[in-house]
């Protein structure tokens, strides 16, 4: 081979070298740009992650208190409210008296073991939060025991739109309260809540979520008194009287807000007042009866004109 011939080959072998350390080279770009990218992905992926878990931890978990329509006051404005609620004038309640027919059911006398509970007289409740009724009764309970004692913890709720059968629940989204983390002290009884089930629909069963449950001993009062189906609320009163069902219509209530109620309940002309104050009188004047009419400052002679009735 000539010198020429050679000086060729060796000229196109280069070529052929260097063909394929650019071919080399531009797939090693390519690598490292995928790679890039590949590492941008994850990165947003990783962030993308992050930040819906800030954003789920930042909110609520599903509760009966974010369920529905209707949303309670919060801050300042639930402390207002809870103030004007455990806080009603002795003169709107003497002046409400009976509640001017607007109560439809009084406790009623029962007989069985006295029911204490260190010490004092219980009053004993079973509810729920998605009961309409209870709803209801809530209002005139707190207004009631709050003349005897204080409540902590109160917060807001409201009655059911719909059941976890999707059926439409009477008297919807009535603004009311929940005892599950409410805390209560007195002097002269003692107060047991028993919220069953909250207002959230739960699809397995066609109801609602369990919430708390009662002891056996609570079960068997509500058994002997309300029986195993009887309505809710149900209120003992120290084994001597009880409440089975709402004591006054929850369409009082119907589109009114927590801070419209609370301020109405000052107002002994109001609608609102009439049935909730009324009903408070009732459960007072039954509680009156289990703490020998002490204090006086609730076993007003207003209540003790409804005892006789009970």
């Keep these: 081979m000539g010198k ?9 072998r280069r070529e052929k070298i260097a063909a394929q350390r650019a071919a080399e080279r531009r797939a090693e770009k390519r690598r490292r740009i995928l790679l890039a990218s590949g590492s941008v992905v994850v990165v947003l992926a990783v962030v993308l992650v992050f930040v819906i878990v800030k954003l789920n931890s930042g909110k609520p978990s599903p509760s009966s208190s974010t369920q529905g329509l209707s949303n309670g006051p919060t801050g300042s404005a639930l402390s207002a409210v809870v103030d004007k609620v455990t806080s009603v004038p002795a003169s709107a309640l003497n002046a409400v008296g009976n509640g001017s027919g607007s109560v439809t059911s009084i406790p009623k006398a029962v007989s069985g073991s006295t029911l204490t509970e260190n010490g004092k ?6 509810g729920a939060e998605y009961c309409p ?3 209801a009764e809530r209002w005139a309970m707190i207004v009631a025991l709050s003349r005897f004692g204080t409540f902590k913890g109160l917060a807001t709720v409201h009655s059911a739109v719909v059941n976890g059968a999707g059926d439409a629940e009477p008297d919807p989204d009535t603004p009311t309260w929940t005892f599950v983390h409410a805390t209560y002290s007195s002097p002269y009884l003692s107060f047991t809540p028993v919220e069953v089930q909250t207002n959230i629909p739960d699809s397995s069963n066609g109801t609602y979520t369990t919430l708390q449950t009662p002891t056996k001993a609570e079960q068997a009062i509500v058994d002997k ?9 149900f209120v003992d009163f120290g084994n001597h009287y009880i409440i089975s069902g709402v004591s006054y219509d929850p369409g009082v209530l119907d589109g009114l807000s927590w801070s419209t109620i609370a301020t109405d309940l ?5 609608s609102v007042a009439k049935a909730v104050l009324g009903t408070a009188n009732y459960i007072t004047a039954a509680i009156c009866k289990m703490t020998g009419n002490q204090p006086a400052s609730a076993c007003t002679s207003t209540v003790q004109s409804l005892e006789s009735q009970i």
């Design 4 to 12: 020429a011939s050679r000086t060729k080959v060796e000229s196109t």
């Design 121 to 126: 007289p219980e009053m004993f409740y079973m």
């Design 133 to 135: 009724y209870c709803a």
């Design 225 to 233: 008194y309300d029986g195993s189906t009887g309505p809710i609320p």
């Design 266 to 270: 000052s107002n002994p002309n109001s």
